[in-house]
Structures are given as structure tokens and as C-alpha cells.
């Protein structure tokens, strides 16, 4: 398998493991090093231990079911690291059933570690207006 | 010179060149087809000539004097891309006279073509509050 299919099928393995709420197969991903920049709460989570307590509030906080769709991604590998970026449509239902989903951009750079990748670095964000200061929720690709 | 410090001088040029409000020279930086994930607007900026319009238009936003300092920069290489990631503080002073400054996320993914490292992809954000949804200017690392 060439390093673009692991790497495709790492960023398929990681979508199916945060819908299913799995937070032990999500952290199998990560290096133990992880740098995160996550969308929400803190400039950045260093370390596995502190990003897998964010990543279990997080779990908490969300309601289902979700919306978790990535598109427009795109892969650069060599034989050591490589890195990768795309658009994930995010969301779920309210408590009045309603469906509120937006759009959020994500990078991701990985690490061949004794033949296996593992994910050092990932940054998701929501750009924000200059003006207000608000996150712009309601922009479409 | 090892890839680790072309990169590294690689980012130091980028920084002096945006707050020099060089465009030609922050531009000199960008593969011909980097997708970038700015901060602000918009959700991705696709190819040179898109970003040089964003450029040109926030550095004409901007007050000045500028302050761009990068931290806790961490640059991983192999022989054909990087990546790297760091803590932006970024502000400037207001009609007031006062001074605004707040910390944002970088992620930097580059490539190189014919012994040239270029920018492939970059990724500049700060997170928001998940309740309120305004973004979190004042957090500090």
C-alpha cells in the first residue's frame, strides 16, 4: 500500500472513530508528542493525556446523530511525514430536532513511526469575522 | 544547510516580509496551488492569486506598528515536504493610541520543487467559545 492509501485510509480510520464516539481507537491515532489546535476552548492541547480529556468532553458535549462529512482532501506524503488537509461539514440535532451542521477546516500532519503513522500534528478552526469577532458558522465551500 | 534550517529560514523570511508589508515577498513564499486556511473571511483561499488578494487587503487593514513574534515553533522535515506549527502573537495599535495584541494558531505544510522549499499549505486560526460562539481573543499559552 503506498503512503497517500495509509494516510487515506489513517483520515477514514479517524472520521469512523469520532462518529462512533470511540475515544480509545481516536487516540491510537495520535502520537504521544500530539501538538493539537482544536476549534474550540484553548490555544492548544500538548500531549495525548490532555487532549484525550478534551476529547471526551467534547464527546459528551455533542449530540447525535452526526454530521461528520470531509471533503476536498488533499495528501502530500514522503517516506517519513506527510500532511494532509480538507473541509469537514460538522453537526447533529438539537433537543428540538433540529439539524445545525457547519463547515470547518482541517489540517493534519503525520509521522511514519516503526511503520505505522501516527498523527503529531492537527489544527481544526472555524474563520472568524475581523469586524464583530464572531465565528463565521454560515460559510459553504 | 539541513532542511530543518531552510525551513527555519524559511518561516524567519516570511515573518520579516509580512511585517514589512512586502506582498512580493510574502508571495515568493506560496506554491503556485497553495490552498490556505486563513484566520479570517473566508474558508480556504485556493491558489496564488486568491491569497495575494487577501494579503494585499488585510495588510491594508492592519495598523501598525506591527507586532509578529512566533513561539514555541516546532518544524519536522524529510527530503520533499515539512511541516510546522507555532504560536502567533500578533497586534498593533488602534486609533487610540492603544495597543491590541492577541495569540493565534499556525500550521505550515511545504514542499519542495527543485531545491526550493515553497509554502503548500497553511492554516492560521484562533479557537471560539463553543456557547457564545465569539472568538477567544484573549487566551494566553
Chains 1, 2 share one sequence.
Not at 26 to 39: C, I, K, P
Not at 71 to 89: D, V
Not at 90 to 119: D, F, H, P
Amino acid at each position: 500500500m503506498s503512503s497517500q492509501e495509509q494516510i487515506h485510509n489513517l483520515i477514514q480510520n479517524y472520521r469512523q472513530a469520532v462518529m462512533a464516539k470511540n475515544v480509545d481507537d481516536v487516540m491510537a491515532l495520535y502520537a504521544d508528542d500530539v501538538v493539537s489546535f482544536d476549534a474550540v476552548k484553548a490555544l492548544q492541547f500538548k500531549g495525548k493525556a490532555a487532549y484525550r480529556a478534551h476529547w471526551e468532553e467534547c464527546m459528551k458535549m455533542c449530540p447525535g446523530p452526526h454530521i461528520f462529512e470531509f471533503h476536498e482532501l488533499t495528501i502530500e506524503t514522503s517516506q517519513e511525514i506527510a500532511f494532509a488537509h480538507w473541509l469537514a461539514h460538522c453537526g447533529g440535532t438539537n433537543e428540538k430536532g433540529e439539524t445545525q451542521a457547519c463547515w470547518m477546516r482541517v489540517s493534519a500532519c503525520y509521522r511514519q513511526v516503526g511503520g505505522q503513522w501516527l498523527i503529531a500534528h492537527e489544527h481544526w478552526s472555524a474563520p472568524f469575522d475581523m469586524t464583530s469577532g464572531a465565528t463565521l458558522f454560515d460559510l459553504k465551500p
